[in-house]
Nanobody, 115 residues
């Protein structure tokens, strides 16, 4: 059974930081590209950042220079370090695992940026 479990969300003030984690089980993690996506109320889900099985990264323009995606294959975990958070970063953050035609999603974790 495949499981992706996100954690680390919460309430933070503008300018603050959070680190999200996504622990995967039931997949050969090192083969999978991993991604973080987010969905704000009333909006479509959007790409935040991805990291390939080889470690190449890609970011949405809105988070470049503020967010960092990384992975630890020994722990089957992908991370999203979020710095200089803005109110517009408020959303439910989801992780996704992708390999060939296989795609799996986590249940999401809420991030709220507010004073």
């Amino acid at each position: 059974q495949v499981q992706l479990v996100e954690s680390g969300g919460g309430l933070v003030q503008p300018g603050g930081s959070l680190r999200l984690s996504c622990a995967a089980s039931g997949i050969a993690f090192s083969f999978y590209a991993m991604g973080w996506y987010r969905q704000a109320p009333g909006k479509q889900r959007e790409l935040v950042a991805t990291i390939s099985s080889g470690g190449s990264t890609n970011y949405a323009d809105s988070v470049k220079g503020r967010f960092t995606i990384s992975r630890d294959n020994a722990k089957n975990t992908v991370y999203l370090q979020m710095d200089s958070l803005k109110p517009e970063d408020t959303a439910v953050y989801f992780c996704k695992a992708s390999w060939l035609s296989f795609n799996y999603w986590g249940q999401g974790t809420q991030v709220t940026v507010s004073s």
